[in-house]
Protein backbone atom coordinates (compact mmCIF):
# COMPACT_ATOMS: atom_id res chain seq x y z
CA UNK A 1 0.00 0.00 0.00
CA UNK A 2 1.22 3.39 -0.88
CA UNK A 3 0.41 6.03 1.58
CA UNK A 4 -0.37 9.54 -0.32
CA UNK A 5 -1.43 12.16 2.37
CA UNK A 6 2.08 13.35 3.83
CA UNK A 7 1.62 14.79 7.63
CA UNK A 8 4.64 17.47 8.00
CA UNK A 9 6.61 16.87 11.37
CA UNK A 10 8.55 19.06 13.56
CA UNK A 11 12.45 19.23 13.96
CA UNK A 12 13.29 16.56 15.78
CA UNK A 13 16.94 17.36 16.56
CA UNK A 14 18.45 18.97 19.51
CA UNK A 15 21.95 19.23 20.19
CA UNK A 16 22.28 16.13 22.65
CA UNK A 17 20.70 13.93 20.73
CA UNK A 18 22.60 14.83 17.04
CA UNK A 19 25.41 13.67 19.48
CA UNK A 20 23.45 10.20 20.36
CA UNK A 21 22.89 9.98 16.49
CA UNK A 22 26.70 10.34 15.52
CA UNK A 23 27.30 7.58 18.41
CA UNK A 24 24.17 5.44 17.25
CA UNK A 25 24.44 5.44 13.67
CA UNK A 26 28.19 4.88 12.74
CA UNK A 27 28.39 1.42 11.14
CA UNK A 28 31.18 0.31 13.57
CA UNK A 29 31.04 1.85 17.78
CA UNK A 30 34.32 2.90 18.71
CA UNK A 31 35.94 0.62 21.52
CA UNK A 32 35.32 3.72 23.87
CA UNK A 33 31.91 3.88 23.89
CA UNK A 34 32.01 1.33 26.82
CA UNK A 35 33.55 3.98 28.88
CA UNK A 36 30.71 6.09 28.36
CA UNK A 37 29.76 7.22 31.88
CA UNK A 38 27.64 10.44 33.42
CA UNK A 39 31.28 11.38 35.05
CA UNK A 40 32.71 11.38 31.86
CA UNK A 41 30.48 13.46 29.58
CA UNK A 42 28.61 15.51 32.22
CA UNK A 43 25.20 14.52 31.04
CA UNK A 44 22.70 11.73 31.70
CA UNK A 45 22.91 8.22 29.71
CA UNK A 46 18.56 8.46 28.75
CA UNK A 47 17.36 11.28 27.20
CA UNK A 48 14.39 12.38 25.48
CA UNK A 49 12.78 15.02 23.19
CA UNK A 50 8.80 15.79 22.63
CA UNK A 51 7.49 17.88 19.23
CA UNK A 52 4.64 19.30 19.23
CA UNK A 53 3.07 20.76 15.65
CA UNK A 54 0.48 22.96 14.15
CA UNK A 55 -0.30 23.83 10.49
CA UNK A 56 -3.40 24.94 8.23
CA UNK A 57 -4.08 23.36 4.73
CA UNK A 58 -5.53 22.74 1.82
CA UNK A 59 -5.50 19.24 -0.48
CA UNK A 60 -7.93 19.40 -3.64
CA UNK A 61 -8.74 15.63 -4.08
CA UNK A 62 -9.47 14.09 -0.45
CA UNK A 63 -10.52 10.74 -1.46
CA UNK A 64 -7.90 10.34 -4.82
CA UNK A 65 -11.07 10.21 -6.97
CA UNK A 66 -11.09 10.10 -10.62
CA UNK A 67 -13.91 12.59 -11.44
CA UNK A 68 -15.51 14.61 -9.19
CA UNK A 69 -12.86 15.14 -7.26
CA UNK A 70 -13.11 16.81 -3.49
CA UNK A 71 -11.34 19.53 -1.79
CA UNK A 72 -11.24 20.75 1.75
CA UNK A 73 -8.84 23.13 3.80
CA UNK A 74 -7.90 21.23 6.87
CA UNK A 75 -6.02 21.71 10.14
CA UNK A 76 -3.57 19.42 11.07
CA UNK A 77 -2.24 18.77 14.77
CA UNK A 78 0.70 16.22 15.83
CA UNK A 79 2.54 15.34 18.61
CA UNK A 80 5.95 13.18 18.97
CA UNK A 81 8.63 11.98 21.48
CA UNK A 82 12.10 10.70 21.34
CA UNK A 83 13.56 8.20 23.55
CA UNK A 84 17.41 7.38 23.62
CA UNK A 85 20.06 5.99 25.86
CA UNK A 86 23.64 6.73 24.93
CA UNK A 87 25.62 2.90 24.21
CA UNK A 88 27.08 1.42 27.05
CA UNK A 89 29.16 -2.10 27.15
CA UNK A 90 28.04 -2.26 23.42
CA UNK A 91 23.80 -1.88 24.40
CA UNK A 92 22.06 0.87 22.54
CA UNK A 93 18.15 1.53 22.84
CA UNK A 94 15.82 3.87 20.69
CA UNK A 95 12.33 4.76 20.96
CA UNK A 96 9.80 7.01 18.92
CA UNK A 97 6.03 7.20 19.07
CA UNK A 98 4.55 10.23 17.02
CA UNK A 99 0.55 10.92 16.05
CA UNK A 100 -0.86 13.23 13.59
CA UNK A 101 -4.64 14.08 13.21
CA UNK A 102 -5.72 16.15 10.15
CA UNK A 103 -9.42 17.22 10.06
CA UNK A 104 -10.72 18.84 7.25
CA UNK A 105 -13.41 21.63 7.11
CA UNK A 106 -15.42 20.88 4.39
CA UNK A 107 -15.29 16.88 3.22
CA UNK A 108 -18.49 15.22 3.94
CA UNK A 109 -16.97 11.62 2.78
CA UNK A 110 -14.09 12.02 5.18
CA UNK A 111 -13.72 14.45 7.82
CA UNK A 112 -10.54 13.20 9.20
CA UNK A 113 -7.30 11.13 8.32
CA UNK A 114 -5.43 9.93 11.70
CA UNK A 115 -1.67 8.44 12.03
CA UNK A 116 -0.12 6.96 14.91
CA UNK A 117 3.08 4.99 14.76
CA UNK A 118 5.75 3.72 17.82
CA UNK A 119 9.04 2.11 17.05
CA UNK A 120 11.43 0.23 19.58
CA UNK A 121 15.03 -1.11 19.06
CA UNK A 122 17.72 -2.50 21.10
CA UNK A 123 21.02 -3.74 19.64
CA UNK A 124 23.91 -4.83 20.57
CA UNK A 125 27.67 -4.51 19.38
CA UNK A 126 30.38 -8.03 19.96
CA UNK A 127 33.55 -8.42 19.16
CA UNK A 128 35.31 -8.26 15.68
CA UNK A 129 32.44 -6.34 14.22
CA UNK A 130 29.25 -8.34 14.78
CA UNK A 131 25.87 -6.33 15.87
CA UNK A 132 22.75 -7.77 16.72
CA UNK A 133 19.32 -5.80 16.27
CA UNK A 134 16.20 -6.15 17.53
CA UNK A 135 13.28 -3.98 16.85
CA UNK A 136 9.35 -3.60 17.20
CA UNK A 137 7.07 -1.43 14.92
CA UNK A 138 3.73 -0.69 15.62
CA UNK A 139 1.33 1.35 13.06
CA UNK A 140 -2.55 2.74 13.43
CA UNK A 141 -4.03 4.18 9.87
CA UNK A 142 -7.65 5.97 9.43
CA UNK A 143 -6.61 7.22 6.22
CA UNK A 144 -7.57 7.41 2.53
CA UNK A 145 -5.18 5.13 0.49
CA UNK A 146 -3.67 3.53 -2.70
CA UNK A 147 -4.51 -0.25 -2.71
CA UNK A 148 -4.95 -0.85 -6.21
CA UNK A 149 -1.45 -2.60 -6.67
CA UNK A 150 -2.86 -5.88 -5.08
CA UNK A 151 -7.03 -5.04 -5.27
CA UNK A 152 -9.16 -4.73 -8.10
CA UNK A 153 -11.91 -2.95 -7.59
CA UNK A 154 -13.26 0.14 -7.59
CA UNK A 155 -14.19 -0.01 -4.00
CA UNK A 156 -11.49 -1.43 -2.27
CA UNK A 157 -8.50 -0.31 -4.73
CA UNK A 158 -8.32 3.43 -3.58
CA UNK A 159 -10.16 4.73 -0.55
CA UNK A 160 -10.07 4.79 3.33
CA UNK A 161 -9.06 2.28 5.22
CA UNK A 162 -8.76 1.68 9.46
CA UNK A 163 -6.17 -0.80 10.34
CA UNK A 164 -3.30 -1.85 12.96
CA UNK A 165 0.11 -3.26 11.84
CA UNK A 166 2.75 -4.56 14.12
CA UNK A 167 5.64 -5.62 13.19
CA UNK A 168 8.89 -7.63 14.89
CA UNK A 169 12.38 -7.70 13.10
CA UNK A 170 15.84 -9.38 14.06
CA UNK A 171 18.76 -8.46 12.21
CA UNK A 172 22.47 -9.61 12.47
CA UNK A 173 25.01 -7.20 11.13
CA UNK A 174 28.84 -8.20 9.98
CA UNK A 175 31.18 -5.28 9.51
CA UNK A 176 34.46 -5.51 7.89
CA UNK A 177 36.10 -2.13 7.24
CA UNK A 178 34.47 -0.26 5.17
CA UNK A 179 31.75 -2.76 4.35
CA UNK A 180 28.98 -4.56 6.09
CA UNK A 181 26.77 -7.22 5.63
CA UNK A 182 23.17 -7.55 7.06
CA UNK A 183 20.75 -10.50 7.21
CA UNK A 184 17.50 -9.99 8.73
CA UNK A 185 13.64 -11.31 9.29
CA UNK A 186 10.44 -10.01 10.02
CA UNK A 187 7.20 -10.54 10.47
CA UNK A 188 4.14 -8.36 9.97
CA UNK A 189 0.55 -8.44 11.34
CA UNK A 190 -1.95 -6.35 10.27
CA UNK A 191 -5.85 -5.89 11.12
CA UNK A 192 -7.77 -4.63 9.06
CA UNK A 193 -11.73 -3.27 8.39
CA UNK A 194 -13.84 -4.34 5.95
CA UNK A 195 -14.23 -4.30 2.84
CA UNK A 196 -10.85 -4.75 3.15
CA UNK A 197 -8.86 -7.87 4.45
CA UNK A 198 -6.69 -8.88 7.44
CA UNK A 199 -3.17 -10.76 6.54
CA UNK A 200 0.32 -11.96 7.68
CA UNK A 201 3.18 -11.47 6.38
CA UNK A 202 6.80 -12.77 6.73
CA UNK A 203 10.45 -12.89 5.13
CA UNK A 204 13.85 -12.32 5.17
CA UNK A 205 16.36 -9.49 3.59
CA UNK A 206 19.60 -9.31 3.16
CA UNK A 207 21.91 -6.70 2.18
CA UNK A 208 25.55 -5.64 1.47
CA UNK A 209 26.73 -1.94 2.04
CA UNK A 210 30.05 0.06 1.28
CA UNK A 211 30.75 3.51 3.36
CA UNK A 212 33.09 6.35 3.16
CA UNK A 213 33.41 9.82 3.96
CA UNK A 214 31.81 9.03 7.62
CA UNK A 215 28.39 9.52 6.01
CA UNK A 216 28.23 8.08 2.06
CA UNK A 217 27.27 4.62 1.58
CA UNK A 218 26.02 2.32 -1.31
CA UNK A 219 23.59 -1.06 -0.49
CA UNK A 220 22.47 -3.19 -2.80
CA UNK A 221 19.52 -5.42 -1.08
CA UNK A 222 17.01 -8.49 -1.68
CA UNK A 223 13.71 -9.12 0.50
CA UNK A 224 11.42 -11.87 -0.12
CA UNK A 225 7.95 -11.80 1.36
CA UNK A 226 4.87 -13.86 1.89
CA UNK A 227 1.57 -12.80 2.37
CA UNK A 228 -1.27 -14.61 3.38
CA UNK A 229 -4.60 -13.76 3.63
CA UNK A 230 -7.21 -14.45 6.08
CA UNK A 231 -10.53 -14.84 4.32
CA UNK A 232 -9.99 -13.41 0.80
CA UNK A 233 -10.09 -16.08 -1.57
CA UNK A 234 -8.36 -16.38 -5.16
CA UNK A 235 -9.61 -15.45 -8.41
CA UNK A 236 -9.42 -16.95 -11.87
CA UNK A 237 -8.32 -15.31 -15.00
CA UNK A 238 -11.40 -13.96 -15.18
CA UNK A 239 -11.28 -12.40 -11.79
CA UNK A 240 -14.41 -15.19 -10.63
CA UNK A 241 -14.18 -16.32 -6.94
CA UNK A 242 -12.10 -19.66 -6.59
CA UNK A 243 -14.08 -21.62 -3.92
CA UNK A 244 -12.59 -22.91 -0.67
CA UNK A 245 -9.10 -21.46 -1.76
CA UNK A 246 -7.30 -18.49 0.30
CA UNK A 247 -5.15 -15.77 -1.63
CA UNK A 248 -1.37 -15.71 -1.06
CA UNK A 249 1.14 -13.16 -2.64
CA UNK A 250 4.91 -14.15 -2.94
CA UNK A 251 7.30 -10.83 -3.67
CA UNK A 252 10.64 -10.54 -4.75
CA UNK A 253 12.08 -7.46 -4.18
CA UNK A 254 16.11 -5.44 -5.11
CA UNK A 255 16.68 -2.57 -4.52
CA UNK A 256 20.24 -0.63 -5.18
CA UNK A 257 20.64 2.65 -2.83
CA UNK A 258 23.39 5.39 -2.74
CA UNK A 259 23.56 7.64 0.06
CA UNK A 260 25.69 10.46 -0.53
CA UNK A 261 27.24 13.90 1.36
CA UNK A 262 28.93 16.53 -0.86
CA UNK A 263 30.39 18.73 1.41
CA UNK A 264 32.55 18.25 4.61
CA UNK A 265 30.08 20.45 6.54
CA UNK A 266 27.24 17.83 5.63
CA UNK A 267 24.87 20.15 4.21
CA UNK A 268 23.74 18.82 0.68
CA UNK A 269 23.05 15.08 0.73
CA UNK A 270 21.22 13.31 -1.82
CA UNK A 271 19.70 9.98 -2.15
CA UNK A 272 19.05 8.07 -5.20
CA UNK A 273 17.54 4.54 -5.06
CA UNK A 274 16.22 2.27 -8.03
CA UNK A 275 14.41 -1.05 -7.10
CA UNK A 276 12.28 -3.82 -8.76
CA UNK A 277 9.76 -5.70 -7.42
CA UNK A 278 7.91 -8.68 -8.68
CA UNK A 279 4.63 -10.09 -6.90
CA UNK A 280 3.56 -13.95 -7.63
CA UNK A 281 -0.05 -14.98 -6.01
CA UNK A 282 -0.56 -18.36 -5.13
CA UNK A 283 -3.62 -19.19 -7.66
CA UNK A 284 -3.80 -18.03 -11.60
CA UNK A 285 -1.70 -15.51 -11.61
CA UNK A 286 -4.27 -12.63 -12.10
CA UNK A 287 -2.59 -10.43 -9.49
CA UNK A 288 1.00 -10.95 -10.68
CA UNK A 289 2.84 -7.76 -11.56
CA UNK A 290 6.56 -6.05 -12.21
CA UNK A 291 7.10 -2.76 -10.44
CA UNK A 292 9.49 -1.05 -11.27
CA UNK A 293 10.60 2.55 -9.30
CA UNK A 294 12.72 5.22 -8.58
CA UNK A 295 13.61 7.94 -5.96
CA UNK A 296 15.78 11.13 -5.89
CA UNK A 297 15.92 12.91 -2.47
CA UNK A 298 17.95 16.14 -2.19
CA UNK A 299 18.12 17.74 1.23
CA UNK A 300 19.84 21.07 2.61
CA UNK A 301 20.66 21.26 6.19
CA UNK A 302 22.72 24.28 8.30
CA UNK A 303 21.77 25.34 11.56
CA UNK A 304 18.77 27.56 10.63
CA UNK A 305 17.12 25.96 7.54
CA UNK A 306 16.41 22.70 6.69
CA UNK A 307 15.07 22.07 2.71
CA UNK A 308 13.80 18.80 1.05
CA UNK A 309 12.67 17.68 -2.18
CA UNK A 310 11.81 14.38 -3.35
CA UNK A 311 10.84 12.63 -6.69
CA UNK A 312 9.48 9.30 -6.66
CA UNK A 313 8.28 7.10 -9.96
CA UNK A 314 7.02 3.88 -10.23
CA UNK A 315 5.56 2.13 -13.24
CA UNK A 316 3.66 -1.55 -12.31
CA UNK A 317 2.95 -3.85 -15.29
CA UNK A 318 0.65 -6.54 -15.19
CA UNK A 319 0.63 -9.85 -16.67
CA UNK A 320 -2.64 -11.00 -16.05
CA UNK A 321 -5.44 -8.30 -15.00
CA UNK A 322 -6.81 -7.41 -18.21
CA UNK A 323 -8.65 -3.88 -18.47
CA UNK A 324 -12.45 -5.09 -18.89
CA UNK A 325 -14.52 -7.97 -19.95
CA UNK A 326 -14.62 -6.34 -23.49
CA UNK A 327 -11.45 -4.53 -23.18
CA UNK A 328 -8.58 -7.24 -23.36
CA UNK A 329 -5.61 -4.64 -23.02
CA UNK A 330 -3.53 -5.40 -19.80
CA UNK A 331 -3.55 -3.33 -16.71
CA UNK A 332 -0.65 -0.50 -16.79
CA UNK A 333 -0.73 2.00 -14.12
CA UNK A 334 2.50 4.58 -13.69
CA UNK A 335 2.88 6.82 -10.09
CA UNK A 336 4.34 9.85 -10.08
CA UNK A 337 4.97 11.74 -6.39
CA UNK A 338 6.96 15.12 -5.49
CA UNK A 339 6.86 16.62 -2.22
CA UNK A 340 8.86 20.01 -1.35
CA UNK A 341 9.15 20.73 2.33
CA UNK A 342 10.89 23.66 4.32
CA UNK A 343 11.43 24.03 7.60
CA UNK A 344 13.14 27.19 9.10
CA UNK A 345 14.10 27.60 13.02
CA UNK A 346 12.34 31.16 14.04
CA UNK A 347 13.97 30.45 17.76
CA UNK A 348 15.57 27.89 20.13
CA UNK A 349 12.30 25.77 20.50
CA UNK A 350 10.20 27.18 17.60
CA UNK A 351 10.56 26.27 14.31
CA UNK A 352 8.02 27.11 10.83
CA UNK A 353 7.40 24.63 8.22
CA UNK A 354 5.86 24.45 5.05
CA UNK A 355 5.29 21.69 2.60
CA UNK A 356 3.88 21.13 -0.90
CA UNK A 357 2.99 17.52 -2.35
CA UNK A 358 1.64 16.28 -5.76
CA UNK A 359 0.95 12.51 -6.42
CA UNK A 360 -0.45 11.42 -10.02
CA UNK A 361 -1.66 8.11 -10.75
CA UNK A 362 -1.99 7.03 -14.41
CA UNK A 363 -3.89 4.15 -14.82
CA UNK A 364 -5.92 2.38 -18.17
CA UNK A 365 -8.40 1.52 -14.92
CA UNK A 366 -10.85 4.53 -14.56
CA UNK A 367 -10.89 4.08 -10.72
CA UNK A 368 -7.43 3.85 -10.83
CA UNK A 369 -6.41 7.09 -12.19
CA UNK A 370 -6.51 10.62 -10.22
CA UNK A 371 -4.04 13.42 -9.21
CA UNK A 372 -3.68 15.37 -5.29
CA UNK A 373 -2.15 18.31 -4.34
CA UNK A 374 -1.31 19.23 -0.52
CA UNK A 375 -0.23 22.37 0.36
CA UNK A 376 0.12 23.15 4.19
CA UNK A 377 2.28 25.25 6.31
CA UNK A 378 2.11 25.84 10.09
CA UNK A 379 4.61 25.65 13.37
CA UNK A 380 6.31 23.39 15.85
CA UNK A 381 7.29 23.57 19.50
CA UNK A 382 10.81 21.40 20.34
CA UNK A 383 11.85 20.47 23.48
Excluded at 153 to 159: C, D, I, K, L, R
Excluded at 263 to 268: A, E
Excluded at 352 to 366: E, M, Q, T
Aim: with cysteine; proline share 2%; hydrophobic share 40%.
Amino acid sequence: MKQLFRYPSGRRTISLFELAVLLLSGRDVAAGADLLSEDAFKIPLWNYSTSLRGGFGYRDNVLLSHTNAQGSAYWMSGAEIMVFRLPTHGWQFNFIADATDARYFNSPSVNKEQVALAMAQLSKDFNNGWKSTLGLNYLFQNQVYDNSANYYSNVTSVGLILGHTLTPRWALRKTIGAFWTEAEISGTRQWLDAPLDSYWQFGPRAAIGYGWGGASEVTLSYQYQRLDYDHRPQVNASDEVVTNSLLGLNTHLVELALTHVWDQQKHWQTITAVGFETCLDNGSGFYNYDYYRLSQRLRYRDEKWEVTAQARLGYYDYGTQTVSATDPALRRKTMISLVLRAERKLAKHLIAHASYGWDRSISNLDFDDYQASTVIGGLALTF
